[in-house]
Every structure is written in C-alpha cells, then in structure tokens.
C-alpha cells in the first residue's frame, strides 16, 4: 500500500525558509509523481508543485516560481519542497500527494503539514 507522510512545516516571518518533507513507501514501479498542495483557511486546495520520479521533470505554480523548489532523494524515498522567500499568504496546509504518470488525479495523499508565515 501506498503511504505518504509530509512534515517539516511551522511558523516563520515573511522572508523566510522552511523544507518541506515527504516520505513515500509501498510504490512498485518508478511510473508516478508526486505533488504538493496547500489549502488556505477559507480557500480551495491548490497546487504548487510536482516531480516525476521517472525522469526528475519538474512544474510549479506561477505564485510560487523562483521562491520554491522541488526535489527527490531516490535513496530517502523522499521527495522535498524548500520554500524560500516566503510570504503570508503562502500560508497554508501543506499536503503531498501521488498520482501515475499519465494519469491527472492524485490517489494517494499524506496527511498535512502546516506552515504559517507571519508579516
């Protein structure tokens, strides 16, 4: 079975950085990716970023281009998001999930993280 499980996050002053974790176990093939999303208090969930683990391909949202980055430990069966320059409306639940490749719904979600940026 499929497991995820995100951590890292907490409180941080606008400006600054917090990495993001997510441990994955039970895949039997190297066919899928994973992805981040954040939902704000009051807000839909969005997505923010996701990696291949076939290839290493990588995508972002537009709000988040430049200040975060994703990236896999192939080792760790870990895949981080490293937020940089953060502000406060990055606040949010910070969730990963998987998805196969070539398929556009995720299946399989981790249970969140918080991070909350003060101004």
């Known amino acids: 079975e499929v497991q995820l499980q995100a951590s890292g996050g907490g409180l941080v002053q606008a400006g600054g950085s917090l990495r993001l974790s997510c441990i994955t176990s039970?895949?039997?093939?190297?066919?899928?990716?994973i992805g981040w999303f954040r939902q704000a208090p009051g807000k839909e969930r969005e997505g923010v970023s996701c990696?291949?683990?076939?290839?290493?391909?990588?995508r972002y949202a537009d709000s988040v281009k430049g200040r975060f980055t994703i990236s896999r430990d192939i080792a760790k069966n870990t895949v981080y998001l490293q937020l940089n320059s953060l502000k406060p409306e990055d606040t949010g639940v910070y969730y990963c999930?998987?998805?196969?490749?070539?398929?556009?719904?995720?299946?399989?979600w981790g249970q969140g993280t918080l991070v909350t940026v003060s101004s």
């Open positions: 039970g895949f039997t093939s190297d066919d899928y990716a």
């Open positions: 999930a998987s998805r196969r490749i070539g398929v556009d719904e995720y299946d399989y």
């Open positions: 990696i291949s683990n076939s290839d290493g391909s990588t």
